[in-house]
């Protein structure tokens, strides 16, 4: 154990000194300018310029005041920009918090909430304005949080829907008014599906998302929504949904199946799914809201076990970005009566944070030429999991893994492949730098593998499977390797 633990380690380059550079570099992309945020602040309203935010819902215009509000008093712990807009013109809201809010850390990890995807599911988006208030005002104080902002920078947007917001009704728990955008469409129903070919016309807030997410190498999000108690992981769609063709045979489908679609990352999402449930004041518990609805084992639950659903957001962020993302449904009631959010925040406040961190688990590095310089779009693939990461424009990695030991495959376009065994522990992430030779040789040799991406091809559903596992296995390779390229 000791020798082969020593050989594995002798492997291992371990770049500490990364971690502690502080050469960081701006995002290029001229969309999150943050020279735009200072010309934005605008008006500043003082009543919620501090730490007494009030336990209310917060119409379009207050949010936004709200947001202007905290970037104007913490500059140097917050960043305000907006990704796009919704159908209806109203920004869709992004409040970087961090120690570094305006710039990328090199070699730390981006992570982000979503809330109000669901127009009429108030609580989340309520939620994240009061993380907001207790990130910035705890920096100073709570060494954790201190050490969270420190090595992390973290994304919020309260709202991806507010124009489904601003017709949703408080006090409203159970029916679906205002859950879809304006042209009524369902924002989660609305993105690329992996399983079956997304028909739904892109939406303006979709396609925002997506160009967030294509720019920002996110590791860890949540999605926030209600109606049930419960932390759900992907996959939200299985290979069976192909079986839906008409809308009579989606809903008979969507009521009887019931099977879980096992992602190659299944401990891993079952894990941050317990770490929310179990750091949540009552979701473990897996109590039903209400007669007639389900219990939820330990409070989470595979997404299409619950029921399958295609154009998903959090099976989209995690096949195509390499962003583990899990559903959070956090109120049985989607907009309950304003004076019960103070205690939904004490419910939640402990979740919402230590879920966070958990970007920090698992392994992350560089991947390097022989000059030290950064090789963007290396894949990684961890051995026995069909689903490849990319690095970065600057190599980085981040692959959030439970400890073990594990091997993963590194391979980039004029690069011979390497294979690096690691081991993950439980107290800290291990550090992991490859450095990749060119290919020298291109006559076929032995050593030499070529690892060119195919050329783009449309999204095709993969052939029938004979099972789930089988379906995965022998599809993620190909159908991976076309939406990545
Ligand atoms: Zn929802």
Not at 294 to 308: H, L, Q
Not at 398 to 403: G, K, T
Not at 454 to 467: E, N, V, W
């Amino acid at each position: 154990m000791a020798g082969s633990a020593k050989a594995i380690l002798a492997r291992i380059f371990l770049l500490l000194t990364f971690l502690g550079a502080t050469r960081s570099q701006s995002l290029s992309n001229p969309t999150y300018n943050p020279d735009e945020v200072s010309t934005n602040l605008g008006e500043v309203e003082s009543r919620e310029n501090g730490p007494d935010l009030e336990f209310r819902y917060h119409d379009h215009d207050q949010m936004t005041r709200y947001l202007r509000s905290v970037s104007a008093k913490y500059p140097a712990l917050t960043a305000l920009y907006s990704v796009g807009k919704s159908v209806q013109g109203r920004d869709l809201w992004v409040m970087v918090v961090s120690a570094s809010p305006y710039e990328h850390m090199i070699g730390k990890p981006d992570v982000k909430y979503v809330g109000n995807i669901h127009g009429n599911e108030a609580v989340g988006r309520e939620l994240l304005l009061h993380l907001i208030q207790h990130l910035v005002t705890s920096y100073d104080t709570d060494p954790y949080i201190k050490w969270l902002l420190d090595n992390t920078r973290i994304h919020l947007m309260p709202s991806m829907n507010p124009d489904g917001f601003a017709i949703s009704k408080e006090g409203q728990c159970d029916n679906t008014y205002g859950r879809h955008n304006a042209r009524r469409y369902d924002l989660n129903r609305n993105f690329p599906d992996f399983f079956k070919a997304n028909t739904k016309q892109p939406q303006p807030e979709t396609e925002a998302i997506k160009e967030w997410i294509s720019k920002i190498q996110f590791v860890l999000s949540g999605s926030l929504h209600g109606g049930a108690l419960v932390a759900s992981y992907p996959f939200d769609n299985t290979p069976s949904a192909r079986i839906c063709r008409s809308s009579v045979l989606c809903s008979v489908f969507q009521s009887y199946a019931h099977s879980p679609s096992i992602a190659p990352d299944d401990d891993v999402f079952r894990h941050l799914s317990l770490v929310y449930s179990n750091n949540h004041a009552k979701m473990s518990r897996g109590v039903s809201c209400k007669s007639g609805s389900p219990r939820f084992e330990k409070g989470i639950t595979n997404g299409a076990a619950w029921y399958p659903l295609t154009g998903g957001m959090q099976d989209y962020n995690y096949l195509w970005h390499g962003c583990m993302e899990i559903t959070l449904e956090i109120s049985c009631c989607k907009y309950p009566p304003a004076h019960e959010l103070a205690k939904y925040w004490q419910d939640n406040k402990q979740s919402l944070i230590k879920y966070l961190a958990e970007a920090h688990r698992g392994a992350h590095g560089f991947v390097m030429d022989e000059n030290g310089n950064p090789v963007e779009r290396a894949s990684i693939k961890v051995k026995g999991r069909d689903v490849t990461y990319h690095t970065t424009k600057y190599g980085e990695f981040w692959r959030i893994l439970l400890p073990g030991t594990y091997r993963i495959d590194v391979s980039a376009e004029g690069y011979l492949p390497q294979e690096v065994e690691f081991i993950v522990i439980e107290s800290h992430p291990t550090l992991l730098n490859v450095t990749l030779h060119s290919a020298k040789r291109i006559d076929g040799g032995p050593y030499y593998r070529p690892v060119a991406l195919p050329p783009r091809a449309p999204y095709s559903p993969p052939a029938p499977p004979s099972g789930i596992f089988a379906s995965l296995t022998n599809s993620f390779n190909s159908i991976v390797s076309n939406i990545f390229g």
